[in-house]
């Protein structure tokens, strides 16, 4: 069974076509990114796989549940990383957490959630009002939030945007641990064509509401492996 398969997605704002029949699967403990120029429709795919907004059409099925048919156990199945504008300024850290918590149904908060805070160096600030921290700060709480309770689809949108050097890496290093020891499915976008060629397993490109081109592990093999390649550079081909 894939972690994530989606067929024919059309999406429209004002008859205006922004996703134009998308079609992927990702296998179970995939991490694959989604790249692609500003305006691609990225996000909004993201979205409409996380059932934050509905496609006009298509197919999106998580694991066995279809998003249409059952909304409940395919949100259920999948993590999204929450917009750092979109947190709730007047709760603590800790209390956005405890509503994730409660929202996935688990007793308090996981440990590896804790865990996660202490890797990103959360923990001094769980109990600050969210509107106090810096955006950065922000950016972490809303990674994670997504991945509380580490449900087996994370989708993740620029959530290395704003983090420092170390954080960004203890997060890679996490994402990695969690597909390849939980069996986790990891789709983030990203611009970070570099950090994403050394980390990732699969890229695909978005052009103009489409994916137009996927790069499997073997085929990212063999740009890392050749020094006059990288995925910068393949993307750029691939788009002329
Ligand atoms: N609510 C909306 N109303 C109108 N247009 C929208 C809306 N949401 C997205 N769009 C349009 O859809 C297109 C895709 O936007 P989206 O944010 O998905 O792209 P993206 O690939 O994530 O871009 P970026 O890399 O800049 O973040 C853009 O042209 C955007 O203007």
Partial sequence: MKALHVEGLH?????????????????????????????????TLLHCLAGVVAADSGRILV????????????????????????LPALLSVRECMKLFTDARGLPAIPPSTLALCDALA?????????????????????????????PPLLILDEPLNGLDPLS???LKEHLRRLCGEHGATVLLATH????????????????????????????LDAIRAHPDRSLERAMIEAMA
Avoid at 63 to 86: Q, V
Wanted: aromatic fraction near 6%.
């Fill in 63 to 86: 694991g066995d549940a279809d998003l249409r048919i059952e909304p409940l156990r395919a949100r259920h199945r999948l993590g999204l990383s929450i917009d750092p504008s979109r």
């Fill in 122 to 150: 959360l923990t001094p600030v769980l109990d600050r009002w969210v509107g106090q921290c810096s955006l950065g700060t922000r950016q972490k709480v809303g990674i994670v939030l997504g991945l509380l309770g580490e």
């Fill in 168 to 170: 960004a890496y203890a």
């Fill in 192 to 219: 970070s064509l570099d950090i994403a060629e050394r980390f990732i397993d699969r890229a695909m490109l978005m052009v103009d509401g489409r994916i137009r081109r996927d790069w499997s592990r073997h085929d």
């Fill in 11 to 43: 999406y429209s704002v004002d008859r205006q076509p922004i996703l134009r029949g998308v079609e992927l699967s990702l296998a179970p403990g995939e991490f694959a990114a989604l790249i692609g120029p500003n305006g691609a429709g990225k996000t």
